[in-house]
């Protein structure tokens, strides 16, 4: 991944600079390369960080685990038609990271990224997955890569915030995340002038009002994701206004890791629990 020698374009301009250069002769940016590591990661980024296939593989494999950890759970929802169908178990979730008001007061604050990925039942995630894959590479495309995966993760975590302040149940799934990309495309329409806007906020109050009328749907996770979603499609520029930095790209990945290093942690803790009893 390190590359100690040739061309790059530097973070900041663009421009063509070798990777040996300690600054930037054009804009001057200390330390371009990153000793070495920049160019691998803007290829990691901008080639490979596919953010919405990376959601939906993490979710389906998540879901799959969880029925697998409790089986026992999965004839259980067959008493809940149609939403308890494949319903996986609460203590596979909360092995898995599921969050919670409880959860959060022991200091387990990864969850508010983890519960992202988990959902309750079949149609929770078919649903959750067709809205990501509809509104994932939207965002994708006026932000960047990396940008919307921090505006996916941020929203869902505030989403999660409120919910556990509002109510404290225990909660899943993507549905705050959803709400902050759709928020995210109403900030971008505004500001570009797109017709686009009206349809937008359209969907956003039909999928409000659906949350309403439907029972176990965590309203109050929905609307902080659109909070969070609008807050940071507001502070950060498009991708035609600015280019990704550097810095945003490694926060990106940063953050990947810390979400995969939580599943990690409420495995093991939770497991630890389970031996012990």
Not at 92 to 108: C, D, F, H, K, Y
Not at 237 to 263: C, D, M, N, V, Y
Request: some cysteine; charged content about 10%.
């Amino acid at each position: 991944m390190r590359q100690t020698s040739g061309s790059m374009l530097c973070p900041s301009c663009r421009k063509l600079i070798s990777v040996s250069e300690p600054k930037c002769p054009f804009c001057g940016t200390p330390n371009p390369s990153l000793f070495g590591y920049a160019p691998g990661i803007q290829r990691l980024v901008t080639q490979h960080l596919d953010f919405t296939r990376i959601i939906t593989i993490t979710c389906v494999g998540l879901y799959v685990a969880a029925l697998v950890l409790q089986p026992e759970a999965i004839a259980e929802g067959f008493q809940r038609l149609p939403f308890g169908l494949l319903a996986p178990g609460s203590r596979a979730l909360v092995q898995l990271g599921m969050t919670s008001g409880e959860i959060m007061r022991a200091g387990w604050w990864w969850t508010l990224l983890t519960a992202i990925y988990l959902h309750g039942g079949l149609l929770h995630i078919f649903f959750n997955l067709m809205w990501v894959r509809d509104l994932g590479p939207a965002v994708g495309n006026v932000f960047g890569p990396a940008r919307a995966f921090l505006i996916f993760s941020f929203a869902g975590a505030i989403g999660f915030v409120v919910s556990n302040l509002a109510s404290g149940n225990p909660t899943v799934g993507a549905s705050g995340s959803i709400f902050g990309l759709l928020a995210a495309l109403i900030v971008y329409s505004r500001r570009t002038g797109s017709p686009m806007s009206t349809q937008l906020w359209q969907w956003a109050g039909l999928m409000f009002v659906m949350g309403f009328l439907m029972s176990s749907v965590n309203n109050w996770a929905h609307a902080g994701g659109f909070a969070g979603g609008w807050i940071m499609a507001t502070v950060m520029p498009a991708s035609h206004e600015k280019r990704e930095s550097l810095w945003i790209q490694i926060a990106a990945l940063a953050l990947l890791a810390i979400t995969l290093l939580g599943f990690v942690m409420s495995f093991i803790n939770v497991t630890r629990m389970l031996l012990g009893s």
